[in-house]
């Protein structure tokens, strides 16, 4: 193999996936009648929704920027860079090898050790996690039987990490101690990603909230103007096609996993298995996933024509 076709191999791999893809697509269903789903939607909200998506990515670059207040103080247009460039390489790189690109863009660009950025990296994820959770279950609260009771508890769940925080320090004194090795380093690298006390915390809970709170909604709306029912069934798509994307066997472009996602999350939270269903929802979480992959990609644009201002920082952690 050529030497440049072996440094481009991950490349060359995404597009090699991505028109196998469109070409299954086309086989299978046709592009046409993968794009009479939007039709049917409408221009209005395929735009509204394309803004929505954008806006969350706005909140991401927010939220760092209150991770990384002195590093990234009056640079906010090069923070939404980065963030922009780190969530498409997310979505295009396979087995979530985009996610390293976080950490060294945090270096290259504002200065902050490779170690820290990385923590913080693994603290936020573990946030977003917690938060993708609490915004699907949303889905199982509107169709539950007994939904005050099950508001309840949703609520409680979406309050645990404020309560857990304050034991902090003990806990992670009592895991130092406990704990050797590659664990204890672990712990150290959670302990540095951590914000340094409740009030800063509370702000990175509520961005991270209010970020997989709209992007959920607007997937589960988009799903269920495309004919997925029960309401239910729409918040287990939004959430079986962002989970998908967080697992190692996360595929270029999110090829078929994504997709596959969004229908095994559907089917999960009540959606019909029948033949017709399956193949509405098939349809249905390859537009979604056009529609995440459109939205990455004008973030992305945006970021780039925006111009960023300040210079380079260097970080005294």
Known sequence: MPAWLWQKRVGVLTVVVVALYAAFIEWVWGWASIIAGWQVVGLPV?????ILLAGTYVIRAW????????????????????????????????????E?????????????????????????????????LAAAGLGLVAGSQRPYLSAVLWAVFLVVPLTLFPFKRPLMQALRGRLSGGLGRIVEEIDDGLPPDLAAFIRAWLLTVLNWGVKVLVLAWVLGLMGVLPVASTFGGALG??????????APAGVGTYPAGITAGAAAFGSARDATTLDLLARASINAHLLIVVSALVGTGLSVLLPATGRKGASNR
Request: hydrophobic fraction near 50%.
């Open 241 to 250: 096609g962002e989970l998908s994307s967080v697992l190692p066997v996360h």
């Open 46 to 50: 395929v735009l509204l929704a394309l």
């Open 63 to 98: 939220r760092m920027r209150d991770y990384f207040p002195r590093e990234t103080s009056g640079r906010f247009l090069q923070l939404f860079r980065v963030t922009q460039v780190h969530n498409l390489l997310n979505i295009m790189m396979p087995f979530r090898a985009g």
């Open 100 to 132: 390293t690109s976080f950490p060294l863009l945090m270096r290259s660009e504002f200065g902050v050790p490779l170690a820290h950025g990385t923590a913080a990296l693994l603290v936020l994820r573990l946030l977003d996690l917690h938060a993708l």
